[in-house]
């Protein structure tokens, strides 16, 4: 309860009493909270109050609003490590003990389809490249988290679509081709939306927030051997980045 004759502020006794019953189960993950008014008759407290409380809540990771909607509790997010992405297709599918990646399509496209294609892996202006082109889901801990898009050149792996429909190890399609073993990812990031094909995939509202992060996979050699987009719910995980010296 809240006890207006303590020393500590309002605010921060709602909090604490909204995070209990998130814990406790009374709030339980996508559920919504009461409204800002239901509160203040509630407790006998503010709306500025109330309005404090949820925001710090809203911004600590523990609940998100929908406009028009209300505040809603937010569903526990698994950790990404943004830099941990390691080409070919996420290793080929890989599944381990807590990821599990599905296939959606295996297509073929060019550079001329594509433009930016073009100039990601720096075709020349006269030239026609054909690639792979891999969309594919990821899961983790058995939450639906992403959708990525894979982009990679025929000219180097002409068989890598069988490769990825059987899940050949990644190591035997590098046999022989040592110069152009992944080393190097630079990625970009940025928040987009949902379109209508995207969150019947990820089984999402459409128009829901989504981070995306593009990866340029490149080769010891400096060659790019891949590029990859991955949309990640934004409600569903939490990206993790690491910087050394």
Same mark, same amino acid.
């Given at each position: 309860m809240i006890n207006k004759y303590s020393n500590e502020p309002l605010y921060s006794q709602l909090k604490k009493m909204i995070v209990s019953k998130i814990k406790n189960g009374e709030y339980p993950p996508g559920s919504k909270i009461p409204s800002e008014q239901e509160f203040c008759e509630c407790y006998d407290i503010s709306r500025p109050t109330v309005r404090q409380a949820i925001s710090e809540l809203t911004n600590s990771g523990y609940l998100y609003r929908m406009r028009g909607k209300g505040t809603f509790v937010l569903e526990s997010r698994s950790a990404v490590h943004a830099k941990t992405y390691t080409g070919f297709t996420d290793s080929i599918l890989d599944n381990d003990? &807590?990821?599990?990646? @599905?296939?959606? $399509?295996?297509?073929? #496209?060019?550079? *001329?389809?594509?433009p930016k294609l073009g100039g990601i892996f720096s075709v020349r202006s006269n030239q026609i490249i054909s690639f792979a082109h891999i969309k594919y889901t990821s899961k983790i801990d058995g939450d639906l988290v992403s959708l990525n898009t894979s982009y990679i050149p025929l000219n180097l792996f002409p068989n890598i679509?069988? &490769?990825?429909?059987? @899940?050949?190890? $990644?190591?035997?399609? #590098?046999?022989? *081709?040592?110069?152009?073993?992944?080393?190097?990812?630079?990625?970009?990031?940025?928040?987009?939306?949902?379109q209508q094909n995207e969150a019947q995939l990820l089984k999402v509202p459409e128009g829901q927030p989504l981070i995306k992060i593009s990866n340029t996979i490149l080769s010891k050699s400096g060659q790019v051997v891949e590029y990859v987009i991955s949309k990640y719910k934004a409600d569903k995980c939490k990206l993790l980045f690491e910087n050394s010296k």
């Open positions: 003990a &807590d990821s599990e990646q @599905k296939l959606i $399509s295996i297509g073929e #496209l060019t550079n *001329k389809e594509l679509a069988e &490769d990825v429909r059987n @899940k050949k190890p $990644s190591y035997d399609i #590098l046999r022989g *081709k040592y110069p152009l073993v992944p080393a190097n990812t630079k990625s970009c990031l940025e928040v987009v939306y949902t």
